[in-house]
């Protein structure tokens, strides 16, 4: 790398944005901030870092590895940069609203993780999320998802399709088995590479009734359409009671977001348990065509605030607007602004003073500079005529 390439260069995965870009991500992000206010969701605003102890208490061991670690040069101890909003909304909840009634809180900024996860390869996404504290019926879980559809809808994601599954049939069934932990993290690492022969030779070996076993087995092959939820009650009709339950909640989720949202195609996985550590209710991800992995993914995480001194129910999603902000219609190369020439007049001023009001943008040229409006992309401009000055199209 040349000395002059050590000044511009960025790390890996870091990215920035130049004016079009950059307006296109303001406008989209002002637009979410706007409907998810339309849903009673209010702005914060999270701190770039927290100590670590913070972040480490909420986070677990996958997020603890995303996170990079800096020094406090003030006192010494160990802060970490955020690498997902989420926990640090969960603690402003329990720890500084510590109101009784039902929070909807919302965010937007950058995260910075120590490697990419996302198909884009960034590890620096601008993570925009909601979250619901304080409810833990079927309706807030709903309504999360409606405002997860709603995002996806209003950023014209094509063809969007809803991945969801329950933790609770995987902790259920697992429970039943008896498994210890050494068994449950090796039955969840075969589940989560899918890998269905190794699952066949380590059930061989597993001491339990043929029942279990059998229920072991048909977990990873209960997906597909919603119709595997009936599939599941028949592959699990000796589950616990608990497992059974999961199964009727999905069922009750899947017949509402049916309803309200018809072109929105829904798959079951009930062996789905990303964030497992984490949830302790439904998870969920959103896909649409031509993505390798989730363009959205959220869950229900109830208990999260206990380490901050309060339990809360809680269920929210997560997205990152540099992913949303490609599926927008084209943005047209004249922005609405004005031209107005750099001559020096008070009536020039005034009438640039005004148009500015008005809300208008109005670039006034500099001394010297010769290129015209169309030149410059623009349709308007401002020109002198019979005494005064006229806001023309070019």
Known sequence: ???????????????????????????????????????????????????????????????????????????????????????????????????????????????????????????????????????AGIDSDVEILALLIQTLMHCHVPDILLGIGHVEIFSGLVAQAKLDEVEQKHYLAILERKS????????????????????????????????????????????????????????????????????????????????????TGIVYAAYTPGTGSEIARGGRYDGIGEAFGRSRPATGFSTNLHELVQYLPAALMDNGAILAPATQDPALDQAIAQLRLQGECVIRALAGQVSTAAELGLTRQLVYTNGQWILNKV
């Open 1 to 135: 790398m040349s000395n002059a390439n050590q000044y511009w260069a960025l790390p890996d995965g870091i990215n920035e944005a130049l004016p079009i870009d950059a307006a296109r991500l303001e406008r989209l992000r002002r637009e979410l901030l706007d409907l998810y206010a339309t849903w009673g969701y209010q702005l914060v605003m999270p701190p770039m870092v927290e100590y670590l102890e913070s972040l480490r208490i909420a986070q677990g061991t996958d997020l603890d590895l995303q996170t990079f670690k800096v020094t406090d040069q003030l006192n010494g101890r160990m802060m970490g940069v955020r690498a997902d909003m989420t926990p640090q909304v969960a603690r402003m909840d329990a720890h500084r609203l510590r109101a009784n009634e039902i929070n909807r809180l919302c965010y937007i900024g950058t995260v910075l993780r120590t490697k990419s996860f996302h198909r884009d390869g960034s590890r620096a996404p601008l993570q925009v999320g909601a979250e619901l504290f304080g409810h």
């Open 196 to 279: 269905l022969p190794e699952l066949d030779q380590w059930l061989a070996k597993l001491t339990c009734s043929d029942e279990i076993r059998a229920m072991l087995h048909a977990l990873p092959r209960l997906y597909g359409g919603v119709e595997v939820l009936q599939d599941a009650r028949n592959a699990l009709q000796l589950a616990q009671p608990n497992v059974l339950a999961a199964l009727d909640y999905l069922q009750q989720i899947v017949e509402t977001l049916q309803r309200h949202y018809p072109t929105c195609r829904i798959h079951i996985d009930l062996a789905e348990l990303s964030g497992y550590s984490y949830h």
